[in-house]
């Protein structure tokens, strides 16, 4: 089996890193853009076409108001000082998610880097913030009610291809291999549709400590993996 083309990663554990080094949780957000940068430099050296991370979801409003001050405050600063060299090495930046909620100074740093990436084709990375899957289906089912008023699309025509053609990005492509790092062992509304088939793979590692060999064994183990996708495997029910 091929390296994964399509991988996606929920970056859990920021704050209980911080806690086990006695900081506060920002600093292990901040360690954790540093690990993200590791990461998409391993993740275009091993030919991944598209990385996508789970960086705020919709339900991280929720969190203390400092932290998501903080949190959003980062991502914009990130975007600032990072813009340039991810321009230089070849990599798209797309953002998935919900721009609505967010502020008029970070829409504007995600257009610029957006607009600013579109033509680079070595890797693309999606960005998924104030993202969540439900939220993301309920978005694609108004699209397809509006289309329908406007008789834009008819009912009968419509199947999974359509239906991600209404999705936050359809040029995002089915996911193969999604890690989650931090312990836990669930999806936590991430990329619901995209994800119907991915190999799932969990590590206790906290995010800030995941390492470019941890994103290979990841590959690794995905490879030694046989795919079915719900059909027959040597003339026996996939059961």
Do not use: C
Not at 6 to 32: P, V, Y
Not at 37 to 60: G, M
Not at 66 to 80: G, N, P, Q, S
Not at 133 to 160: F, H, P, T, V, W
């Amino acid at each position: 089996m091929n390296t994964p083309k399509n991988i996606a990663i929920i970056m859990d554990g920021n704050g209980r890193w911080a806690q086990k080094q006695n900081k506060n949780r920002s600093a292990g957000h901040k360690e954790g853009v540093k690990t993200l940068k590791k990461i998409v430099k391993a993740a275009a050296d091993l030919k991944v076409e598209s990385l996508t991370v789970y960086a705020f979801s919709t339900e991280n409003w929720k969190r203390p108001k400092a932290e998501v001050d903080f949190l959003l405050t980062l991502m914009r600063r990130t975007m600032r000082n990072e813009v340039e060299e991810l321009l230089q090495n070849g990599v798209k930046v797309n953002f998935i998610g919900r721009k609505d909620e967010l502020s008029e100074n970070l829409i504007n740093e995600i257009d610029h880097i957006e607009k600013h990436s579109l033509k680079n084709k070595k890797l693309t990375l999606n960005i998924a913030f104030n993202y969540g899957g439900r939220a993301e289906i309920i978005d694609s089912a108004k699209k397809i009610a509006e289309a329908y008023k406007n008789n834009e699309i008819k009912l009968d025509q419509l199947d999974e291809n359509n239906f991600s053609n209404f999705l936050y990005n359809r040029q995002l492509q089915d996911v193969e291999l999604l890690i989650r790092t931090g312990g836990d062992m669930r999806l936590s509304n991430f990329l619901l549709w995209q994800s119907a088939y991915a190999e799932l793979y969990f590590t206790d590692k906290f995010w800030p400590d995941f390492e470019a060999e941890d994103l290979i064994k990841a590959i690794k183990e995905f490879k030694q993996r046989e795919r079915r996708f719900g059909g027959l495997n040597g003339g026996e029910n996939d059961a």
